[in-house]
């Protein structure tokens, strides 16, 4: 594996984004950051990173460009102002969740000599932080290999938008899971039954990893995005079950921005 300092520009600062671009630097990385809400760079400019004051600015000069976005508006509307400044040979990889249709609208975009890799990852920001992320790789990982392991171990799913597809079927069986044990929860309450009787033998069964991050603390995935989530398979195949949990993460506005944690609350 190439360990060569590579420049790389990071696009998204938001809670994933933050830790994920820390890793680069603190590794050596000679790293430019953009972010829409630029305060969100201070720390990282202490430390020595160079504040972009556009996309085009902050990929001009990267060997590997990473974006970190919302959704897949914001990966377009941002693609629309860094597309045009990519050089031939530079690698980009997008760890949004955004689905395997916009990847594909993303790469059909891309000039001549770049590359693009869908890589999304599982994991919140704990596991950001600790570089620990399972990273959901579609396409050729071997230009970028350095990079990604100082995110988190990568699993190679196929070509591109595999991983973004992958990453769909991962994170709704999640946020599934997670809505799945709130209900139980409430069945449980209603019937009598104590709420850490009914989470620790639910925890002992094949809802356990569910359970888990139904209680975890150290994550920060807000429901507002888990929506989006499930939004993106929703529209992509016929899954009652799921538009059931969409319609259970948008109902109350006052937990969009909660941990999906807040659901068994």
């Known amino acids: 594996m190439d360990t060569t300092p590579q420049k790389i520009a990071f696009l998204g600062l938001g809670s994933m ?5 820390r890793r680069l630097l603190d590794a050596g990385h000679p790293l430019t950051v953009w972010n829409r809400t630029a305060a969100k760079a201070d720390a990282l ?30 990966a377009l509307a941002v693609a629309d102002e860094l597309i045009p400044a990519l050089r031939p040979g530079t690698h980009w990889i997008d760890t949004s969740t955004v689905g395997p249709d916009t990847v594909a609208a993303l790469a059909a975009r891309l000039p001549a000599g770049v590359t693009l ?8 920001v704990d596991r950001a932080a600790a570089g620990e992320l399972l990273i959901l790789a579609g396409g050729d990982t071997a230009p970028v290999a350095g990079v990604l392991a100082l995110l988190g171990e990568v699993t190679p799913c196929g070509g591109p938008g595999a991983g973004a597809a992958l990453k769909l079927v991962l994170i709704n069986a999640v946020i599934g899971g997670v ?4 209900e139980a929860l409430t069945l449980a309450d209603s019937l009598g039954l104590p709420r850490d009787l009914a989470l620790r033998t639910l925890g002992a069964g094949p809802l356990s990893g569910a359970v888990g991050r139904a209680t975890a603390t150290g994550s ?27 319609n259970l993460l948008v109902r109350d506005p006052a937990l969009l921005g909660e941990d999906l944690a807040a659901l068994t609350r």
């Not at 809505?179 to 709130?182: Q, R, Y």
């Open 117 to 124: 890799l869908d890589a999304p990852v599982m994991g919140s």
């Open 45 to 74: 400019v202490a430390d020595g990173a160079v504040r972009a004051p556009s996309p085009a600015e902050a990929v001009r000069d990267a060997d590997v460009v990473v974006t970190m976005l919302a959704d897949p508006a914001a």
């Open 179 to 182: 809505a799945l044990v709130a």
């Open 220 to 246: 920060h995935f807000p429901v507002a995005l888990a929506a989006k989530d499930v939004a993106l398979a929703t529209a992509t195949a016929k899954l009652p079950v799921l538009e059931a949990v969409h």
């Open 17 to 21: 984004g933050l830790p994920m671009a």
